[in-house]
Structures are given as structure tokens and as C-alpha cells.
């Protein structure tokens, strides 16, 4: 166990950049892509917005469960403080790793994709992607490397323009008159395994487009008012993002109808060369690339923290906990930076995008019965904000996450096999790490 106060993380965060990593580490690209192939799996209008409210609902709950724990356990890492506290190192270094993999993968592929979309603004530059790639990696690395301070500066002030961009996306809609609400499909067949296993691959794509909502709770232990400041900003981010995904599902349907947005590839591209002619795609491109910008800074500052935890603990090398002058943890950024970098090179990452949603679901799934168990085990911890409704709501999420996860088995089998072989990876390896740790 290391604790050194040379190696504490410093308190130098607030309620105004908790709401802005929530913001800028949820919406991103997939809320422009996901609702043509949604619309394509569920073929129904009131379908598709009642899955997107539900992904919504279910997110909602979560924050309501994670408002506790983080403000009862305001450590470095998130969700893998209360697995280990409620369930042993164990589970503990399982759902760490299975984050820290999850969150780790992100900042390569936002690399390449904001390349991607430079290059279809200034297409000269076709021939230096990766290059581009890898110049806004090492960029965001000396940006962190040079302080908290300043990634948190540049996440807030990314994640309003890109509100704002959105904001003017969905008025841009709204004053559409071309073409109305389409009629509601009367479809009666919802039970048909065909449409059961469409909805279920539509929670998977619209709960793998909310991920991120709990990444205030990676910083709680560097909020300078955890106990007030993390239920505050989980609720008003989590109900800012349901707001804005319903309400972009609602102005896209608006501009085109449900049958059509099912052929779309890229929806919002298609939706905006409708109102605002050939600019369409710019605008689209432009409001892309500072999504990913405010994402990809996000995800820049997450898998560090996480890394930072669980070296703290031992299931990392020791130096996995240095941090520098500016309060950020040095190693643990420039480990996730040479991965993130290793995957641009390589460009091989997209087969293990595909179990964020399960993994995601898992940790989630393990952390709700973490405040179960906690609050049975340690009644008397310090809990400065309860969950409301405690413990139906908590109940609720847990028995929402079992589903999703049976039925995310059941439409991607391959994604749970990938699960499958790296638990059973992890435990003679924290086997090893268990006994270096003791020697």
C-alpha cells in the first residue's frame, strides 16, 4: 500500500468541471450516428423514443446510486473503490481493470476520428492521418502533463461550445416545416423475436452512447466539496444529456421520417443537408470534431485516475501513483497515452469497442450491489448524501442491469466471449500481483 503525500492528488475541482466532464465525456459522435440504426433495428417512432428514455431512465438511477457511493468513498477511480470495499480485492481488481480497459480504448479511436473529419474539411491532408492522429494525442498529453488546471479549463470551456452546437442543431430542426411528424406505424408485432432482439441491440447502442454519464465520480477525490458537488452534478449532467438525446431524436424525425433515417449512416449529416443545403455536412463535421475535442479530453483524464487507484492498492507498479507538480498522476497518464498510441499505430481496436456497453453494464451492475452491501456492512460510514428511495431504487437498477446483460448476451454472443476469457485471464494474474504485493 503506498501513501505518501508527495503522491496525493490535489483538490483543485469543482461543480462547474464535474458537470463538464459528465457533458463532454458523454455526448459525442454516437448521438449523430446511432438514430438511423436505430431507427433501422426498431422501424417505430414511439419505440425508438421510449428506448431512448428508458436508456435514459436506467442512467438516472444509476447516478442516484453512484451520488452515494461517491460521496461516501471520494477516491481516485470510481466504481473499483466500492466493488473492492464491498466485495474484496478481487472483485475489486476484476472491475478496474475491466474499467480501466473500457476507458483506456477511447482516446485512440477519437484520435482517428477527429482526423478523419479534418481531413474531410481540408481533404489535401488525406495522407497524414495517422500523423494527425498522433499529433492531437501528445498534444493532449503536454496539456495534461502541464496540470490539472488547465485540462480542467479547456473541458469546460469545450463541453459548452459543444452544447451550444447542439442547441443550434435541434432549433435548426425544430424550425423545419419541410416535412411533419411522421404517422405513428401501427405495429403490433414487439414480441416477435426479431423486434426483441432489435430492441435489445438498441439499448445496447443507446446505453454504450450514455457511457460516461458517471465520469464525475473518477474525480471525486480531487472535488474540492465531494459531498455536495457529485449528487449536484450527476443529476443536472445525467438530465442535461436525456434532454438533449430525446429532444435530437425528436428534431431528426421532424426533418425526415422514421422509414428514411433507417437507410442513414451518419443521421444528423443527412438530417442537416436538408436544412442547410450543401453546408449540411461542414456544419455536421464542424459540431463532430468539437464533440470529440471535449470527449477526447475527458477520456484523457479518466483512465489515469483509475490506473492511479489501483497502483495505489498494488495492482499496478508502485510508480503508478506519482504525480506531479500540477497534481496529475504522471505515470498512469503517460501508460495510457503509449497504449492509446500503440492503438493508432496499429488501428486494430474496433473488436473491443464492442463490449464497452457489457463491461460498462457489469461494473454498473456490481457497484449497485456494492450500496446494497455497504450499507448492511458499514452502516455507520460517513454518507454525507443518501440515495432516495433507498433501496427499491437501487433494487431496480440492479434488476434493469441483469436484463440488459442477458439480453446483450443473447444479441452479441462474441462480446460476452471476449468477457469470458479475460475474467478467467484475471485471476491467476492477481494471483501473481497478490503476492509481489505481499513480498
Same mark, same amino acid.
Given at each position: 500500500m503506498i501513501d505518501s503525500k508527495k503522491n496525493q492528488l490535489k483538490k483543485s475541482l469543482g461543480l462547474s468541471f464535474n458537470i463538464a466532464v459528465l457533458i463532454g465525456g458523454t455526448i459525442g459522435v454516437g448521438i449523430l450516428r446511432t438514430p438511423g440504426t436505430i431507427a433501422s433495428l426498431l422501424d417505430n417512432y414511439w419505440l425508438i423514443i421510449i428506448s431512448w428514455l428508458i436508456g435514459g431512465l436506467y442512467v438516472l438511477l444509476g447516478a442516484n446510486s453512484y451520488?452515494?457511493?461517491?460521496?461516501?468513498?471520494?477516491?481516485?477511480?470510481?466504481?473499483?473503490?466500492?466493488?473492492?470495499?464491498?466485495?474484496?480485492?478481487?472483485?475489486?481488481?476484476?472491475?478496474?481493470?475491466?474499467?480501466?480497459?473500457?476507458?483506456?480504448?477511447?482516446?485512440?479511436?477519437?484520435?482517428?476520428?477527429?482526423?478523419?473529419?479534418?481531413?474531410?474539411?481540408?481533404?489535401?491532408?488525406?495522407?497524414?492521418?495517422?500523423? %494527425? !492522429? #498522433?499529433?492531437? &494525442? /501528445?498534444?493532449?498529453?503536454?496539456? +495534461?502533463?502541464?496540470? =490539472?488546471?488547465?485540462?480542467?479549463?479547456?473541458?469546460?470551456?469545450?463541453?459548452?461550445?459543444?452544447?451550444?452546437?447542439?442547441?443550434?442543431?435541434?432549433?435548426?430542426?425544430?424550425?423545419?416545416?419541410?416535412?411533419?411528424?411522421?404517422?405513428?406505424?401501427?405495429?403490433?408485432?414487439?414480441?416477435?423475436?426479431?423486434?426483441?432482439?432489435?430492441?435489445?441491440?438498441?439499448?445496447?447502442?443507446?446505453?454504450?452512447?450514455?457511457?460516461?454519464?458517471?465520469?464525475?465520480?473518477?474525480?471525486?477525490?480531487?472535488?474540492?466539496?465531494?459531498?455536495?458537488?457529485?449528487?449536484?452534478?450527476?443529476?443536472?449532467?445525467?438530465?442535461?444529456? %436525456? !434532454? #438533449?438525446?430525446? &429532444? /435530437?431524436?425528436?428534431?431528426?424525425? +421532424?426533418?425526415?421520417? =422514421?422509414?428514411?433515417?433507417?437507410?442513414?449512416?451518419?443521421?444528423?449529416?443527412?438530417?442537416?443537408?436538408?436544412?442547410?443545403?450543401?453546408?449540411?455536412?461542414?456544419?455536421?463535421?464542424?459540431?463532430?470534431?468539437?464533440?470529440?475535442?471535449?470527449?477526447?479530453?475527458?477520456?484523457?483524464?479518466?483512465?489515469?485516475?483509475?490506473?492511479?487507484?489501483?497502483s495505489r492498492d498494488g495492482f499496478f507498479v508502485d510508480k503508478g501513483t506519482n504525480v506531479n507538480k500540477g497534481g496529475t498522476p504522471i505515470v498512469a497518464l503517460l501508460v495510457s497515452s503509449l497504449f492509446s498510441l500503440i492503438l493508432i499505430c496499429i488501428g486494430s481496436f474496433e473488436a473491443l469497442f464492442s463490449f464497452a456497453a457489457f463491461t460498462s453494464i457489469i461494473v454498473w451492475g456490481l457497484a449497485y450491489l456494492s450500496l446494497l452491501k455497504l450499507r448492511a456492512k458499514e452502516p455507520d460510514l460517513p454518507r454525507p448524501y443518501h440515495s432516495f428511495w433507498y433501496p427499491w431504487s437501487t433494487i431496480i437498477a440492479i434488476i434493469v442491469s441483469l436484463a440488459l446483460l442477458i439480453g446483450f448476451i443473447y444479441s452479441d454472443p462474441k462480446s460476452f466471449g471476449i468477457i469470458v476469457i479475460i475474467t478467467l485471464i484475471s485471476y491467476p494474474l492477481f494471483l501473481i500481483l497478490n503476492r509481489i504485493k505481499n513480498k
Open positions: 451520488a452515494e457511493l461517491a460521496t461516501m468513498l471520494p477516491k481516485a477511480g470510481g466504481s473499483y473503490n466500492y466493488i473492492k470495499r464491498a466485495f474484496g480485492d478481487y472483485a475489486g481488481f476484476l472491475s478496474g481493470w475491466f474499467d480501466y480497459i473500457t476507458n483506456v480504448i477511447p482516446p485512440a479511436f477519437y484520435c482517428i476520428v477527429i482526423s478523419e473529419y479534418i481531413i474531410i474539411l481540408f481533404p489535401d491532408l488525406a495522407s497524414y492521418s495517422t500523423a %494527425i !492522429a #498522433i499529433s492531437l &494525442l /501528445l498534444t493532449f498529453v503536454l496539456l +495534461h502533463l502541464s496540470g =490539472v488546471k488547465n485540462g480542467s479549463a479547456i473541458q469546460q470551456i469545450t463541453s459548452f461550445i459543444k452544447v451550444i452546437c447542439f442547441v443550434c442543431l435541434l432549433v435548426a430542426c425544430f424550425m423545419y416545416s419541410g416535412v411533419k411528424l411522421p404517422a405513428i406505424p401501427k405495429d403490433n408485432s414487439f414480441f416477435q423475436m426479431g423486434l426483441l432482439l432489435g430492441f435489445f441491440k438498441s439499448l445496447q447502442l443507446i446505453i454504450g452512447t450514455y457511457n460516461g454519464w458517471n465520469g464525475v465520480c473518477f474525480f471525486a477525490e480531487e472535488n474540492d466539496n465531494p459531498g455536495k458537488d457529485i449528487p449536484r452534478s450527476l443529476y443536472s449532467g445525467v438530465l442535461l444529456v %436525456i !434532454a #438533449i438525446y430525446v &429532444l /435530437l431524436n425528436v428534431a431528426f424525425f +421532424h426533418v425526415l421520417p =422514421v422509414e428514411t433515417l433507417a437507410k442513414s449512416n451518419l443521421a444528423a449529416a443527412d438530417v442537416a443537408n436538408i436544412i442547410f443545403g450543401k453546408n449540411g455536412a461542414i456544419i455536421v463535421t464542424v459540431i463532430s470534431i468539437f464533440s470529440l475535442i471535449s470527449i477526447l479530453n475527458a477520456f484523457m483524464m479518466i483512465p489515469p485516475r483509475i490506473l492511479y487507484g489501483l
